[in-house]
T-cell receptor, first 112, second 114 residues
Framework: SQTIHQWPATLVQPVGSPLSLECTVEGTSNPNLYWYRQAAGRGLQLLFYSVGIGQISSEVPQNLSASRPQDRQFILSSKKLLLSDSGFYLCAWSVRQSYEQYFGPGTRLTVT | AQSVSQHNHHVILSEAASLELGCNYSYGGTVNLFWYVQYPGQHLQLLLK??????LVKGIKGFEAEFIKSKFSFNLRKPSVQWSDTAEYFC????????????FGTGTRLKVLA
């Protein structure tokens, strides 16, 4: 069966520090991959999605970037965190040509 | 731009009460519709989905939703809630024109009192 992993589960980082969140999927090949953020009191906002290695689409201009170095690995990064980057970050995957997405456990990021 | 509205942000019900959570979307074309649920400490998981056909869809745990195209709505219902239904519920929409990107609503926190 397919599983999706995210780490770390929680993270507290100072303003101006770098960020790297990792997401990996097991049990499937060539998935679509997605990064979402849920800020306090707001819904899930799509940040990035990827349909293949090295193929990243950005949905919202911001302080973050994403990379997909391997087929089942999706990384969310920042060079310098802002307070507004605090939130709950979710990774998701879907089978190609499918509308159903499957979500990871999420990372709660607090920028202080 | 596409958007999804969930007007009930917090709902508190007693066990056995009926539940209806509203979801409205703004997009004039054909859509796919989803309800996701996040139980405390668990992953976001699919509750039910609508792609086409019968506008009344049934999901897991006794939930159902009705797609009313003329009202751009996809409300979630359950006749009798249980304490274990305490969770956050999200409505989501995708277009059927080949994009697989979800637009989520802001979510509804449901608390069921035992």
């Amino acid at each position: 069966s397919q599983t999706i992993h995210q780490w770390p589960a929680t993270l507290v980082q100072p303003v101006g520090s770098p960020l790297s969140l990792e997401c990996t999927v097991e049990g499937t090949s060539n998935p679509n991959l997605y990064w979402y953020r849920q800020a306090a009191g707001r819904g899930l906002q799509l940040l990035f999605y990827s349909v293949g290695i090295g193929q990243i689409s950005s949905e919202v201009p911001q302080n973050l970037s994403a990379s997909r170095p391997q087929d089942r690995q999706f990384i969310l990064s920042s060079k310098k965190l802002l307070l507004s980057d605090s939130g709950f970050y979710l990774c998701a995957w879907s089978v190609r040509q499918s509308y159903e997405q499957y979500f990871g456990p999420g990372t709660r990021l607090t920028v202080t | 731009a596409q958007s999804v509205s969930q007007h009930n942000h917090h709902v508190i019900l007693s066990e056995a009460a009926s539940l209806e959570l509203g979801c409205n979307y703004s997009y004039g074309g054909t859509v796919n519709l989803f309800w996701y649920v996040q139980y405390p400490g668990q992953h976001l998981q699919l509750l039910l989905k609508y792609f086409s056909g019968d506008p009344l869809v049934k999901g897991i745990k006794g939930f159902e939703a009705e797609f009313i195209k003329s009202k751009f709505s996809f409300n979630l219902r359950k006749p009798s809630v249980q304490w274990s239904d305490t969770a956050e519920y999200f409505c989501a929409v995708t277009r059927t024109s080949g994009t697989y990107k979800y637009i989520f609503g802001t979510g509804t926190r449901l608390k069921v009192l035992a």
